[in-house]
């Protein structure tokens, strides 16, 4: 923050907004991206149990 408020000269509430605003940012991609590693987890221990993978919004046991 001291970076951002010293050198790019911006006063305090906008530096913490642009704080704030790459932080959502950042945890965004990390639930997306842990969301596709299981959804990945999931295809492949169906793949190796020999079954075929669900169809996007299946429910199960149909």
Same mark, same amino acid.
């Given at each position: 923050?001291?970076?951002?408020?010293?050198?790019?000269?911006?006063?305090?509430?906008?530096?913490?907004?642009?704080?704030? =605003?790459?932080?959502?940012?950042?945890?965004?991609?990390?639930?997306?991206?842990?969301?596709? =590693?299981?959804?990945?987890?999931? $295809?492949?221990?169906?793949?190796?149990?020999?079954?075929?993978? $669900?169809?996007?919004? $299946? $429910?199960?046991?149909?």
């Amino acid at each position: 923050m001291t970076s951002l408020h010293r050198n790019a000269r911006l006063g305090a509430r906008v530096t913490y907004a642009i704080l704030a =605003g790459i932080a959502g940012v950042v945890f965004t991609l990390l639930v997306v991206s842990v969301r596709k =590693g299981e959804r990945m987890a999931q $295809a492949l221990e169906s793949r190796g149990r020999g079954e075929s993978p $669900a169809a996007p919004g $299946a $429910a199960e046991g149909d």
